[in-house]
Structures are given as C-alpha cells and as structure tokens.
C-alpha cells in the first residue's frame, strides 16, 4: 500500500521521474484538490455579478498569459505581438461562429489553430533574429495585424467590428456570467495543467535548452529553429483559444482593444508574475486586472466627488503606474510573484524552526 508523504524531511528522489514530479509530496495534491472545490463549487455561488466578470476576465487573459509564458519564458523568445494574436483569436472565434455557422464547442480549438498559424508565419523571423531585433520583428506583425484588423472590411467589419451570438454548449445557454465562468476555468485548469506537463516533456526541456543557449542547444542535436516555431505556435495556440472565448463573452468585437497596449499587458503579467513559471502566469494576470480595477474605481471616484481635473490627471498615470510595477518587480524580485509564494510557502513548510 503506498504511504502518503505531506511534510518532506530532504531530497531522497531516487529517479529522473521523481525529479520530474508536479507535487514533491500528496500535501500539494490536496490543496490542489481543495482549489478545484473552491473554484467550481464555492466561488461562482457567493460572488456577485460584477465580481464573476473580474474572474471570467482574469480567466481569459490567464490563458493567453501561460502562453506567452512558454514562447518568452520557457524558450526566451522575445514577442510584443501577443495582444494582435489574442485578437486574430477574437476574430476568428467570430466569424467561424457567425458566418460559418460553426457550433461554440468548434470554434474555440478551430480559433486557436488558425491563431497558431497565423503566429507560426509571424515566428519564421526568428530563424535569423535574436533579442531586440526579434522585438521590432513581433511589432511590426502587431501593427500589421491591426492594420488588417481595421481595414479589410469585408472580413472584419473594419471600425464596426462583429457581433457574437450568444453561446450554448450541450444545449446549455453560456450567456450569463455564471455559465460562462464553468466554461472559462475548465478550460483554464486544462490549459494550464498541458502547459506544466509541456515543460516536463522533451519538447519543453528542449525550449528551455534553447532558451539557456541556443547555440550549444544546436550542437546536442536539438532542431533550433523548429522548435522556435513550435512555440510560436502553442503561444499563439493559447491566445487565440482565449481570444475566442473574449468574442464570446464580450458578444461584439472591434479593433480597438487589440492594440500594443494589450500585448505590453501581458508581457507585463509574465514579468510581474514570473518569468518561466507557469502559477506565475497566472499571479500576474490576477494583478493586473486587479490594479486596472482598482484605477478604474479611483478615476469614477474622483469623478463623483466632481474632482474632475484630478479624475483626468489620473487616467493616464495606468501607464506610468504599469511601468513603475514592472520596474519594482525587476529590482526588488526579478522572480516575480511567483517567487515571494515558494518562499512563503517553504517558510510555513519549516514551521516553527523557519525562524
């Protein structure tokens, strides 16, 4: 019979497997276990409706961070076009839904694979570029992406962008919050439990090899650049998965939220969270749409109390405060959020003799 392991006394892994292991001991299984039962059974029964929408909004972006995690993170290719791809997602998951008549549970993959394709043709630079070049490259397929957004009318609608019908799944009708919140998290917790098992692959310790250095990577026999493309691929994969779920649940789409300032968004999520760090992903996007909120409330406070001047001069500082936040983070935990939770949670493992 195999005996439970909560409270590890050292490292006595015996095989590469155990070094592998998502959960070093069944104490991580059960708090896992735990957060499942709090986010499907607990959570969208007591919040309110304007708290589901935080969380379903937190969902989506969760997802489209994991991705861009692997592509930066994990293989250290560096991309600004993030947010266009989250937004070929959103397109695609809408005209599939609208003009082709494709059902929800169709669109969402079939969004998320032309996505991929579009990311893999925007990844064939990075062959020949590295760093900033390879940062001007991805912008430039930002802004290109947002061009056509824009203007090919006939397939976008141009300025007036689409509207989305509302979704079933099995006959159940996902037009409100609390239906579309089951949606969104069980496709986060899928997405998100493929993502950690992808770098425990050889696919994703080949990611990180090239990541590390990607020459010496070439000479242990790994394929560089298709594996460049690979991830550009899954990157792209998760955005347009979560850009076709934002189609849905937002029920009409246009160019505007697809901009630079998305893609600085989630790159800033990454950071804060943690680079290479698949929770950290997550941490960050749960703080920046905490901290958009939290402005957002300011500015409509202060333009209550009729500080309207005030009200004005705040709404441009998101950018400076986003920016202070990133340049924080880099100083004081260049690890991210990711990092102050394991040494908080190695503090309470060793309990009381941390101290």
Partial sequence: MRRLH???????RESYEEELAIFETDFGRLWVLIGLVLLFGVIPWVSSQYMLYVLNTIGIYAISAVGLNILIGYTGQISLGHGAFFGVGAYAGAILAQ????????????????????????????ARLKH??????????????EYVLLEWESLTGGPNGIIVGGATLFGIDLG??????????????????????LIRTRYGRAFIAIRDNDRAAEGMGIPVFPYKLLSFGISSFYAGVAGSLYAYYMMSIT??????????????????????NVPGSVFGTVFIVALNEVLSHVTEYLMNVGATGMAITMAPLREFVFGLAIVLFIIFEPKGIAEVWRIIRSSFRLWPFSY
């Fill in 176 to 197: 409100n919050d609390r239906a579309f919140y089951f949606v969104i998290f069980i496709l986060f917790a899928f997405l998100t439990w493929t993502g950690v098992n």
């Fill in 255 to 276: 160019p505007e939220p697809f901009n630079l300032w998305l893609s600085i968004e989630f790159i800033a999520m990454i950071i804060i969270g943690g680079l290479g």
């Fill in 99 to 126: 003009r082709v008549g494709l059902p929800f549970i169709l669109v969402v993959p079939a969004a998320g694979l032309v996505t991929a394709a579009v990311g893999i043709v925007f990844g064939l630079p990075s």
């Fill in 132 to 145: 900033l070049y390879l940062l001007i490259a991805t912008l430039a397929g930002q802004f290109i992406i």
């Fill in 6 to 12: 909560f409270h590890p006394c050292g490292n006595y």
